[in-house]
Every structure is written in C-alpha cells, then in structure tokens.
C-alpha cells in the first residue's frame, strides 16, 4: 500500500486532484466521493446495497488515491448487521487492493467527535451522511497538494 506522500506525489502529478471514497460500511453503504485539492469537493453521494450490480461501477472505475472507511464494531453478538458490515467491508478492502489506493479506517468515535454535524444539502440518505462525516474526520491532518 501507498504511503500518504507517495499518494499526494502521485495526486500532484496528475495536476493536485486527489480522489477520495469515504465508505460507511453495512447492508446499506454510504459512499461519498471527493475531488480533494485544498478542501474535499464532493463530486457524488451514493447508498449501496450489497448486490454485485452496485458496486460494479465502483470496480470498474478504479481511479481514487485514499479510501476512509469506519471500523467495524467488534463488540456484542454477532448479529445480521454485522455480519452485512463484515461482507461490505472485505469488498471495500477487495477495491482497495485493486485500486491501489491506501485504506485508512476511522473509528467511530472519530467520526462522532471530528465530523460535522450537518451534511451538505446534496449529500442525501442517512448512510451517504455518515460517510461524510467519515470523510471530513479522516482528512483532518491529511495533505491534500502542495
């Protein structure tokens, strides 16, 4: 995997864009992409259910640098939850392997403390608005071009 200044090199090169997919993994996955040059611009909201068919287009557009996704809740039974949480993330890490691009996980206690409560008007579905806020908590710190 990448490390954060090969990813920004490689971001600059193409012109200082970084591509960012932020994933809230579960049954229903939240996903928000994002054109990051100084601050995260997000480009498009999705919520995915677990059928292959919505998440072809993501396989098959593998252009990202980053990749934040929420860590799993390892507390409690196993229930049916989390059992959708666990399949939705190994095809997160399947993309991410594929794709090249560096996965870095967010805790939920990240995510609480360090996102935003509110969500841009354009960022609709409860699962699309936790990954937002998993999105602007992972990139706190993170470069995004010279």
Same mark, same amino acid.
């Given at each position: ?21 932020s =994933?809230d ?20 909201? +999705?919520?995915?259910?677990?059928? &292959?068919?919505?998440?072809g =287009? ?21 229930? +049916?939850?989390k059992?959708q ?6 095809l997160?890490?399947l =993309? ?5 691009? +560096? ?12 996102g &935003? ?11 699309? +608005? ?17």
């Amino acid at each position: 995997m990448p490390d954060m200044q090969t990813i920004t090199e490689r971001a600059i090169g193409r012109g200082g864009q970084m591509i960012v997919y932020s =994933f809230d993994p579960g049954g229903t996955t939240g996903l928000v992409m994002a054109d990051c040059e100084q601050e995260p611009y997000i480009v498009s909201s +999705k919520e995915l259910s677990l059928k &292959p068919d919505d998440w072809g =287009f993501i396989i098959d557009n593998p252009r990202v640098d980053l990749i934040l996704m929420e860590t799993m809740v390892s507390t409690g039974y196993m229930t +049916k939850g989390k059992i959708q949480q666990i399949k939705a993330i190994a095809l997160i890490e399947l =993309f991410s392997h594929l794709s090249g691009a +560096k996965l870095v996980q967010v805790t939920p206690e990240k995510r609480k403390k360090l996102g &935003p409560k509110e969500t841009p008007r354009h960022v609709t579905g409860q699962h699309a +608005k936790d990954a937002y806020r998993i999105l602007i908590a992972g990139m706190r710190g993170v470069r995004c071009s010279k």
